[in-house]
């Protein structure tokens, strides 16, 4: 953890300890899931829905791409100081695994300010901080062409919320650091990589007014970055990202964009996505279509990747939805993994997922 971490986390839960002496402790308990089946037809690889995973489904039905179990408890100490953390057992690697998605101390300095310390889940997109819970979303999984891996930060992070000519404004700006571990193809089968990012330095703009949101964000940090056999090369990256969405209550569109770039040119990429909906009762469905480009020079051997995608959700019970979603992927995308030799990265496959997520 950082160093600024290290240093205000006892601070702040020092201070928190004290004030538990003056009051009784508020403590909730959340929890979230997805239990999904995923089938690719296809034999030449392996559809995967995150680049931590190592394995997918390739002609059979797969419960491990989708599926996932979060709990969240919260504990506040009194008006000023509180904490959270959330667990979230996934498929990481070839095998479910538990790791801490947040967990964090929190300082109420202003009515306007709250101080966060501790490990959390950059508002890099406009899903970023549900993007585990499937019950908050119409679809099966964000788009990957967009919400590629971003890992979370240990650190510290500022949200300032005010309210300017009926528009709800929030700004967030983040410090730290952070580590990813991902799984890619590469010639001669699946390789990993490990990737480290320091002085991580985000500022993310959030704004809201009637049935329209939208977020603004940029991030720069000092990385290095492993991809395929490629050497561990220090570079200066950048990230930005732009979403727009409106929803009536009935009709839903969203759209984002994102460009990471490097000081080397050898990492650089650009995606984007637009999805829309109609509410019609219980029912929704909806498409969904994205795009990737690989415009770093390393990078660049993969060429665009595109997914089309349709799927209804049903809001069946309270705090219940079943979902079913059908998508049309390019084999050039990193979704497919463990390619056939000689494979046509330029082809497709259809994938078809059932989902049901709950929270309570």
């Known amino acids: 953890m950082h160093s600024l971490a290290r240093a205000l986390i006892p601070v702040i839960l020092g201070s928190a300890a004290l004030s538990v002496q003056a009051a009784p402790l508020d403590v909730q308990f959340s929890a979230y899931g997805t239990v999904a089946a995923t089938f690719a037809d296809t034999k030449d690889a392996e559809f995967r829905s995150s680049l931590q995973h190592a394995r997918g489904s390739r002609s059979r039905v797969d419960w491990g791409v989708d599926s996932r179990l979060g709990a969240q408890l919260d504990v506040e100490f009194d008006e000023i100081f509180s904490a959270t953390g959330q667990v979230l057992v996934q498929r990481t690697g070839t095998g479910a695994k538990i790791s801490a998605e947040w967990l964090y101390g929190q300082a109420q300095l202003t009515p306007e300010t709250v101080l ?3 490990r959390m889940v950059l508002t890099t997109f406009m899903l970023s901080d549900v993007r585990n819970i499937g019950y908050s979303q119409h679809w ?5 062409e967009v919400y590629l891996t971003f890992p979370q930060v240990n650190g510290a992070q500022l949200l300032y919320r ?5 528009i709800k404004i929030v700004l967030q700006p983040s410090f730290g650091r952070a580590e990813a571990g991902t799984h890619y193809e590469q010639p001669g089968g699946l390789g990993s990589a490990h990737s480290v990012f320091r002085k991580l330095r985000t500022v993310h703009v959030m704004a809201e007014k009637g049935d329209w949101a939208a977020r603004l964000g940029h991030m720069v940090t000092d990385a290095r970055l492993e991809w395929q056999r490629q050497p561990v090369e220090p570079v200066k990256y950048a990230f930005s990202s732009l979403g727009v969405q409106y929803d009536n209550g009935r009709f839903m569109a969203m759209a984002e964009m994102m460009i990471g770039t490097t000081n080397t040119k050898r990492y650089d990429i650009a995606g984007q996505y637009v999805t829309g909906g109609y509410r019609l009762g219980a029912w929704m469905p909806y498409l969904t279509y994205a795009h990737l480009s690989n415009r770093g020079t ?3 051997v993969l060429p665009a990747s595109r ?4 799927g209804i959700r049903w ?3 309270k705090d219940v939805a079943v979902k079913a979603q059908a ?17 046509d990265v330029r082809q497709r496959a259809n994938v078809y997922t059932v989902a049901v997520d709950f929270v309570f």
Not at 335 to 343: M, V
């Open 116 to 118: 966060r310390v501790g």
């Open 140 to 144: 099966v999984h964000t788009p990957y």
């Open 162 to 166: 005010t309210t300017w000519e009926g």
């Open 298 to 300: 390393v990078i660049s």
């Open 307 to 310: 997914t089309h995608a349709v």
């Open 315 to 317: 809001d069946a019970f």
């Open 327 to 343: 998508e049309r992927a390019s084999y050039a995308g990193q979704q497919f993994i463990r390619a056939r030799p000689g494979i």
